[in-house]
């Protein structure tokens, strides 16, 4: 028997826990919906035009006053209706500020003159990037071509030339890295004529080598001159526009958190502003990249045709010094033969 008390107790006790608990939970549900509505509340009887009231007391009290009495009460009365018009001006004002504040022209040159100072600076750097690199371009084209124009001239003579003396008469006139390396080879020799007979050839060929050698160096650093502007605009062109993209993205969740809102009309401006900084980078920097493997190619083409004509040079030196050995007559009578 006490055991079914206890048990029946435990129930009853169960049953009061539960039944309390849903009506806590139900008294709170109300009190949050009686709190939502009052909330809401404000909003539509601001919405609702507030004068309506204050316009019927005046028409009420007119019959009972004085004729002269009259006037105050109207003209009391008439700005009570134009309270709301100012009212629905003055909360619709922000929004008008905001829209006057919003760039129209959104074409590039729009969006570049309503862009901040930080990032024109660097869609101006990246603008004269892009111009450098269209010159480097054209000084590089028409310098490469003409070098190239030359040194086929001057290796033709070289392949058609006896000795040394006869190609460095053939291109006295010319001017290019050719007409260098048969002006040096010749003061090689003419320098150490002398100790020919004594010394042999063997230094002065090495001598020779040694001074074509320089002037290919130097014909090809001349040829690769400006083109590391090109790598550097390629390589940090997009870093740059990058940055000009985010300052100009912060300066657009600025502007968010300013007005205090996210309408599309009011953020998209500026993230095309920010963007654009990007796309400059990129038409700054493909180009630089491109130009820059054209070039790298031509100037290796070039230097193997110096490399052809210092071998063409060693080749008469080598000649010239094993013809001083045969004696006079002899080397005419075999000159007449070859020559015929």
Same mark, same amino acid.
């Given at each position: 028997?006490?055991?079914? !008390? ?94 006057? &504040? ?13 862009? &901040? ?36 001239? /001057? ?18 006139? !010319? ?21 020919? &007979? ?14 074509? =050698? $320089?002037?290919? =160096? ?18 940090? /062109? ?9 300052? /100009?993205?912060?300066? =657009? ?43 790298? $190619? ?20 080598? !000649? ?8 006079? &007559?002899?080397?005419?009578? !075999? ?6």
């Amino acid at each position: 028997m006490a055991y079914r !008390r206890s048990s029946s107790l435990a129930r009853v006790s169960m049953t009061v826990v539960i039944g309390s608990g849903l009506l806590i939970t139900g008294t709170l549900m109300s009190s949050a919906t009686a709190f939502a509505q009052q909330g809401t509340a404000p909003a539509q009887t601001t919405s609702k035009p507030a004068p309506a009231t204050p316009a019927q007391t005046p028409a009420q009290e007119t019959p009972s006053a004085p004729a002269n009495l009259t006037a105050p009460p109207s003209g009391t009365a008439t700005p009570t209706p134009s309270a709301s018009p100012t009212e629905g001006v003055a909360v619709e004002a922000p929004a008008a500020v905001q829209r006057s &504040d919003i760039p129209h022209d959104l074409s590039p040159v729009g969006m570049f003159m309503a862009a &901040d100072w930080v990032v024109k600076s660097v869609m101006i750097a990246l603008g004269l990037a892009s111009v450098a690199t269209w010159t480097i371009l054209l000084v590089k084209t028409l310098q490469l071509s003409g070098s190239k124009a030359r040194l086929r001239r /001057g290796l033709a003579v070289l392949q058609e030339a006896r000795s040394l003396s006869q190609a460095a008469g053939a291109l006295q006139k !010319r001017r290019g890295t050719v007409p260098d390396m048969l002006l040096i080879a010749a003061r090689e020799l003419k320098l150490s004529e002398p100790a020919l &007979d004594y010394a042999g050839n063997d230094g002065v060929k090495e001598r020779v080598i040694s001074a074509l =050698s $320089r002037i290919e =160096s130097r014909a090809g650093r001349r040829m690769t001159a400006g083109t590391g502007i090109l790598a550097t605009i390629g390589s940090i /062109g997009p870093f740059v526009g990058l940055f000009g993209t985010v300052w /100009g993205i912060m300066n =657009s969740f600025i502007g968010i958190s300013q007005s205090q809102t996210t309408n599309l009309a009011v953020v998209a401006p500026g993230i095309a502003e920010a963007l654009l900084a990007t796309a400059i980078g990129l038409v700054a920097a493909i180009p630089a990249v491109v130009i820059y493997n054209v070039f790298a $190619r031509a100037v290796t083409g070039y230097r193997q045709q110096l490399l052809d004509a210092a071998t063409a040079v060693e080749r008469l030196v080598s !000649r010239d010094l094993d013809f001083r050995k045969v004696p006079a &007559d002899v080397r005419a009578a !075999r000159l007449k033969v070859v020559t015929e």
